[in-house]
């Protein structure tokens, strides 16, 4: 249940900025998409960590002139210009934008007075931004744009699903084991137990290469030989072939080379019924 519930917070991180963006690529109509191309670096950061950010405008198809707007995710520090010194702290660095500069900001959103002739950039720097606790596999920084001159009730245009800055969430590195496994077997019956190695907040930890092996109170139980993880396992395993043969309650301890452990909860073992 626990493993289902980060999916789909996972999921629904994602939503608010991927919706807009799969709504202007059904309309593929160029005027439902806003003038200009949005990069970040770094783009791929350790859940709950600490970085600068720094994005990137280029106004690539044609000059903006008017106003930008630059959404921060729910779960990331939120963005400020009260304080230098605390997270979330953005700064403007015009380059061969002159005149462009951050004209206020509204709860998550950063509003921008933009100058840009075509071809020309900007920088916008996040301080300290803190990613969130849970990872995946991309943030949209969701960026929208829109002409001096629209009528007062134009809608902004996202930039296209390809120019928008991304940032993926992944998880840190490991601080403990979690088992997943039945509570109920039957003697001689085999089963399977799936093992992860965890970071702090509960995720999959990043570039986990441990062994992992089981052992199991029933003096009498068979388990399968020790597994070294590798990258293509993404921090977890699914052990197959366990049996338990001794009567009443049982439980399993996964234990890695690195010191981490962890116990399974009760495992009731029932006699074989044909």
């Given at each position: 249940?626990?493993?289902?519930?980060?999916?789909?917070?996972?999921?629904?991180?994602?939503?608010?900025?991927?919706?807009?963006?799969?709504?202007?690529?059904?309309?593929?109509?160029?005027?439902?998409?806003?003038?200009?191309?949005?990069?970040?670096?770094?783009?791929?950061?350790?859940?709950?960590?600490?970085?600068?950010?720094?994005?990137g405008f280029l106004a690539d198809t044609g000059a903006v002139r008017g106003t930008t707007l630059v959404d921060v995710p729910r779960?990331?520090?939120?963005?400020?210009?009260?304080?230098?010194?605390?997270?979330?702290?953005?700064?403007?660095?015009?380059?061969?934008?002159?005149?462009?500069?951050?004209?206020?900001?509204?709860?998550?959103?950063?509003?921008?007075?933009?100058?840009?002739?075509?071809?020309?950039?900007?920088?916008?720097?996040?301080?300290?931004?803190?990613?969130?606790?849970?990872?995946?596999?991309?943030?949209?920084?969701?960026?929208?744009?829109?002409?001096?001159?629209?009528?007062?009730k134009t809608r902004f245009k996202p930039l296209g699903p390809r120019k928008q800055a991304v940032v993926r969430v992944r998880g840190?590195?490991?601080?403990?084991?979690?088992?997943?496994?039945?509570?109920?077997?039957?003697?001689?019956?085999?089963?399977?137990?799936?093992?992860?190695?965890?970071?702090?907040?509960?995720?999959?930890?990043?570039?986990?290469?441990?062994?992992?092996?089981?052992?199991?109170?029933?003096?009498?139980?068979?388990?399968?030989?020790?597994?070294?993880?590798?990258?293509?396992?993404?921090?977890?395993?699914?052990?197959?072939?366990?049996?338990?043969?001794?009567?009443?309650t049982q439980r399993l301890t996964a234990t890695e080379s690195h010191g981490f452990t962890v116990q399974s909860g009760p495992i009731?073992?029932?006699?074989?019924?044909?």
């Open positions: 249940m626990a493993g289902q519930f980060v999916t789909k917070v996972r999921r629904a991180t994602l939503c608010a900025g991927l919706a807009m963006l799969a709504l202007t690529a059904a309309g593929g109509a160029a005027t439902r998409v806003g003038i200009g191309k949005m990069t970040v670096t770094p783009n791929r950061v350790p859940a709950g960590s600490t970085n600068d950010f720094t994005f779960g990331w520090s939120k963005p400020q210009r009260t304080s230098a010194s605390a997270p979330g702290y953005f700064e403007l660095q015009a380059l061969s934008c002159p005149g462009t500069r951050i004209s206020g900001i509204s709860g998550r959103r950063i509003v921008i007075a933009t100058k840009c002739a075509k071809g020309r950039s900007f920088k916008l720097v996040y301080h300290r931004g803190v990613a969130p606790q849970i990872s995946a596999d991309g943030f949209v920084f969701l960026t929208q744009t829109r002409p001096a001159n629209a009528p007062r840190a590195a490991v601080a403990g084991l979690f088992m997943t496994v039945t509570s109920v077997a039957t003697a001689g019956q085999a089963f399977n137990a799936t093992v992860r190695a965890v970071d702090a907040f509960g995720n999959n930890a990043a570039d986990y290469a441990g062994t992992v092996t089981l052992t199991s109170t029933d003096s009498k139980a068979t388990m399968p030989a020790p597994y070294a993880y590798g990258p293509t396992d993404v921090a977890q395993h699914t052990f197959t072939g366990l049996v338990l043969r001794t009567l009443g009731t073992v029932s006699p074989f019924s044909s």
